[in-house]
């Protein structure tokens, strides 16, 4: 994920503290005879307002007292919000698309829940009404707006968020956004057309090397920006899903931890900003030619070329079955002093 979402990731999960210290939800009664009117929270734990005296009134019609400690939803919706700020906290530090995508889903169930139980709350309380109270009116039931107003009785329910739950639907619809523009948006040019128009489904499916989008695409293995159009690298199914690489170095780590059959492009430091294939091509290892990220690998389209460059900067020179060769061996080295 690019830095600036992992940004908003953590801050649309930081807001979110912001619920335990403001009502989530708020219904507000107006009558004639309460003139200010009498207001109800909701809060993460707790009820707060005019609750007595919405109590004493609903006595009259029937309705059960409203019993904060009664309400099991008060209990664990702490620690259910407090879950998925945590969650998503590390899928900003964590940094991957995948738990990105559990977090935002992980979201949308804990919101559909949390507006079918207060629904489903709202229902019990407006119409299970004592048969023995005072005022009966056949066929009337006194259930509260989800959302919006409503008239019962004499009265006129308003039925709103507060300011909790509007900061925990801001910081879900920044998750939303965020996850959006990683799957939509933070695609190459030729992917973004796959996914857009069908007209190039059957180049979607071709395993012919894209164009990267030099310092917009993001390298697969190391999560870098692809900035420099000498060194860039790409694995393609046979699908045409391709993978991205800022280096020959980051290609072929990724190529030997994930197993599978890929078509191999890498660039010709000579002739940048093209794909050539990578097991036809020669590579050149020498401390005295930098590389993005630090192997000192660079690649060539011909033996010439690379001799060249070892004459004028010294080092070794490999073809693709020998550097894979050389990367395992140091794998597996590594493991080993590890």
């Known amino acids: 994920m690019l830095p600036i979402n992992r940004i908003l ?34 809060n993460i734990s707790s009820m707060s307002g005019d609750i007595e005296i919405i109590n004493g009134l609903n006595h009259y019609i029937g309705m059960d007292l409203i019993e904060p400690e009664s309400i099991p939803e008060l209990t664990f919706m702490p620690f259910i919000l407090g879950f998925l700020i945590l969650f998503g906290l590390l899928t900003a530090i964590i940094n991957k698309k995948s738990l990105l995508v559990i977090w935002v889903v992980l979201l949308i169930i804990a919101g559909i829940v949390g507006i079918v139980d207060f629904y489903i709350w709202e229902y019990n309380y407006g119409h299970n009404l004592d048969p023995t109270a005072p005022i009966k009116i056949p066929g009337m039931t006194y ?101 991205n690489f800022d280096a ?21 430091i000579t002739n940048p900003g093209v794909l050539i294939p990578a097991e036809g091509s020669f590579y050149l290892i020498s401390l005295k030619l930098k590389s993005p990220m630090g192997e000192f690998l660079n690649g060539f389209a011909n033996l010439n070329t690379a001799e060249e460059y070892k004459t004028k900067f010294g080092g070794e020179i490999f073809n693709w079955n020998e550097l894979l060769e050389k990367f395992e061996r140091e794998k597996t080295h590594n493991n080993k002093v590890h």
């Open 9 to 42: 990731i953590a801050l649309a999960s930081t807001i979110m503290i912001a619920a335990y210290f403001l009502p989530i939800w708020s219904i507000e009664l107006e009558a004639p005879q309460y003139p200010e009117g009498l207001e109800m929270f909701i």
């Open 143 to 243: 259930q509260p707006p989800l959302i919006g107003s409503k008239d019962l009785l004499n009265f006129r329910a308003h039925s709103y968020p507060d300011l909790g739950g509007i900061i925990i639907g801001i910081g879900g619809l920044i998750a939303l956004f965020v996850l959006s523009y990683e799957k939509f948006f933070n695609l190459s040019a030729a992917r973004k057309l796959t996914t857009v128009l069908p007209l190039f489904l059957l180049i979607g499916c071709s395993d012919n090397p894209v164009p990267i989008n030099y310092g917009s695409d993001v390298c697969d293995h190391c999560i870098m920006r692809i900035s420099d159009n000498k060194y860039g690298a790409q694995l393609v199914t046979p699908k045409g899903k391709n993978f």
């Open 248 to 268: 020959i170095e980051c290609m072929v780590n990724y190529y030997l931890q994930n197993n599978g059959e890929y078509k191999k492009y890498i660039t010709d």
